[in-house]
């Protein structure tokens, strides 16, 4: 029997990182009994290792609570979880068109931060109806007054009746409970419309295989019914329905309003499109859902083993990650300084070095990452338009007409102390100050920023320049023409591929310095000297030197005999030529990361 839908209550929790969102969630599944003492772990909806250990939470999931409310009645309340990075906007929008409701929850004693707002926002345009909660009152610095007064006038949403909580006492927890039965809308539906469902999510379980979430809209899924993707035109039987409590439950049905889970012998996460509509194949629905647009990479870099042996286990190894997460992108690429290796897409840098260090821990590869890239237009004489996924394919300058790159509308929010630091790093990174308000005793600032001065290390400058306290989001804007070089890097004469990025002209001298200087300290000393030089097309812009190694081959040779001396340098001499010529520098794996991590310090 499936819940009537005025017993249903679909909600997602938006919050700014760290103010309380998993402490919240879990909470309300121990208050709900969806785990014994013995299950419930700190945080069980971030579930992966490396999602714990830094604190954020990557995909999108759902739990279902079982609640009886003050009415008497029996309630289903379907939280899904959403993302808490700006890397993963798009899967935050993505989730909240499945639910009806948010609760904005804000740290009382920190207030409102640039991601609650880019959050609320999603949640705004989903149509949701939205709670405001006031999390960790319980600390001494918590300002109940001040901060109502900033979801007010910040956000624009009403917050005399938000909640008072602290997820980690406990204290409110039932008020939220209540406030999820009583202030958000019961869900719509028609049990007796041909099934109409939204594709949510899907990822790959070993024990499982392909996994996918769905919002049931009209009629019932159920076990054994043969369903049809409407944009793929797919078909498949459902060999499991089920929902997460958060542990996995086989139900024998979904009705309309509910999330929940089947699986379906599915052989890739890529056979399902994240947006589509499901139907029953026998009798489809009319009309599908609007769906959405797929999620677009915007950082690009190449990934290269270290050891070439290992090719085919970093392309199986890949097959694996991107089986769980359609927005990781990837093809082959061969690289003249890393050998053979592949072009990846990240949504941003965090989701770049997530991927990277799932590889290397969880299939022990080791890797070479290249320099970041954002995604580049280029214009091309003959009124061709190519989209440029990596510096080193620039085609020749002569067939260039202009180059186009992504500009960002970044929000950052930060005391005012630290304003005339965070306005000076935007103008370095060629900023365009938009607007600049205050929030209390915080400024709001809005720039417009090129992507490409913020995927280094923009967000790392703006943590330690405001020592943590200032906020940052960002939405892509468009892209436009720039005065844009390709900055080449090489290492004893020969051209480092790997090194190799586009940047503004302005900064093309003092990067290509910057990363001379890091090169010169990163690569280790060699039998022979080692030039390290920075160019634009042939123009070398900076220089550096590694000085060689001079190994004391002599020393055994005592005193007198000059002969001998003279045929071991030239043996050495001959050592250094073969060196050279094989172009056997060699640099160390961190060389490429801390190179490209290039501050402006
Ligand atoms: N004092 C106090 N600390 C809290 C409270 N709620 C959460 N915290 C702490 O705040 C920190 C962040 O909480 P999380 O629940 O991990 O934050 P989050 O919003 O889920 O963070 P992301 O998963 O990164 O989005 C943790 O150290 C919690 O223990 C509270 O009510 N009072």
């Known amino acids: 029997m499936t819940t009537p839908l005025k017993n249903i209550r679909n909600f997602s929790i938006v919050a700014h990182i760290d103010h309380g969102k998993s402490t919240l969630a879990d909470r309300l599944i121990q208050m709900t009994g969806g785990l014994d003492a013995r299950e419930m772990k700190e945080q069980v909806l971030d579930s992966m290792e490396i999602e714990r250990e830094r604190g954020i939470t990557i995909k999108a999931q759902t739990v279902r609570l079982k609640y009886r409310a003050q009415d008497g009645e029996d309630y289903v309340l379907n939280l899904i979880d959403t993302p808490g990075h700006v890397d993963f906007a798009y899967e935050v929008s993505r989730s909240m068109a499945a639910v009806e409701g948010s609760l904005l929850v804000v740290d ?11 959050n609320v926002y999603h949640a705004l345009d989903a149509n949701h109806e939205i709670v405001p909660v006031l999390n960790k009152v319980d600390l001494p610095a918590a300002d109940i007054p001040r901060v109502k007064a900033q979801i007010e006038d910040v956000i624009g949403i009403d917050a ?54 769905v919002r049931i809209i009209d009629g019932v ?3 054994n019914q043969k369903i049809r993707m409407m944009a793929s035109g797919a078909v498949y039987e459902l060999d499991r329905v089920g929902v997460f409590t958060p542990k996995l439950v086989e139900v024998p049905e979904l009705g309309p309003g509910e999330l929940g889970m089947f699986t379906a012998s599915i052989k890739e996460v890529a056979d399902t499109n994240v947006g589509d509509t499901i139907t029953e194949d026998k009798k489809p629905t009319a009309k599908a859902l609007p769906g959405f647009r797929p999620a677009q990479p915007v950082v690009f870099c190449g990934l290269f083993p270290v050891d070439a042996s290992d090719f085919d286990e970093l392309r199986a190894a890949m097959g694996k990650l991107r089986l769980n997460d359609a927005s990781f992108s990837f093809e082959m690429e061969t690289s003249a300084a890393l050998g053979f290796g592949f072009r990846c897409g990240f949504l941003g840098l965090l989701h770049l070095e997530i991927i990277q260090e799932r590889l290397s821990r969880e299939f022990d590869l080791d890797l070479i990452a290249t320099a970041p890239s954002v995604v580049y237009e280029v214009v091309l004489t003959n009124g061709e338009t190519i989209h440029l996924h990596n510096p080193a394919d620039l085609p020749d300058v002569m067939k260039i007409e202009e180059i186009r790159e992504p500009w960002i509308k970044a929000t950052i929010l930060t005391p005012d102390d630290y304003l005339g630091a965070i306005l000076k790093l935007c103008q370095d990174r060629r900023g365009i100050q938009r ?25 790392d400058r703006l943590k330690s320049i405001s020592k943590g306290y200032a906020s940052f989001d960002y939405q892509l804007a468009e892209h436009r023409a720039g005065d844009l070089v390709k900055l080449s890097i090489l290492v004893n004469a020969e051209p480092v591929d790997a090194l190799s990025m586009l940047v503004h002209r302005t900064v093309a001298e003092s990067r290509g310095r910057v990363m001379c200087e890091k090169l010169k300290e990163l690569i280790p000393p060699h039998l022979f000297v080692i030039p390290i030089q920075a160019a634009i097309g042939g123009k070398i812009i900076a220089r550096e030197t590694v000085r060689a190694m001079r190994k004391d081959v002599t020393a055994k040779c005592y005193g007198g005999d000059a002969t001998r001396k003279r045929k071991l340098l030239e043996k050495q001499k001959a050592g250094k030529k073969r060196m050279r010529q094989f172009g056997s520098v060699e640099i160390p794996q961190e060389a490429f990361i801390k190179a490209l991590k290039m501050g402006d310090d």
């Open 160 to 213: 005399s009746d938000a909640l008072e909580i602290s997820a980690k006492t406990g204290v409110g927890i039932d008020t939220v409970l209540e406030a999820i039965v009583t202030r958000l809308p019961a869900p719509k539906g028609d049990i007796n419309a041909p099934l109409k469902a939204l594709l949510v999510d899907s990822w790959y379980d070993t024990y499982l295989g392909v996994v996918v979430l």
């Open 221 to 223: 899924m159920k076990k």
């Open 108 to 118: 009382a004693s920190q207030g409102v931060e640039a991601q609650t707002l880019a």
């Open 435 to 459: 607007n600049l308000s205050y929030v209390g005793q915080r400024a709001l600032v809005e720039y417009e920023l090129p992507l490409n001065e913020v995927v280094f290390d923009f967000y």
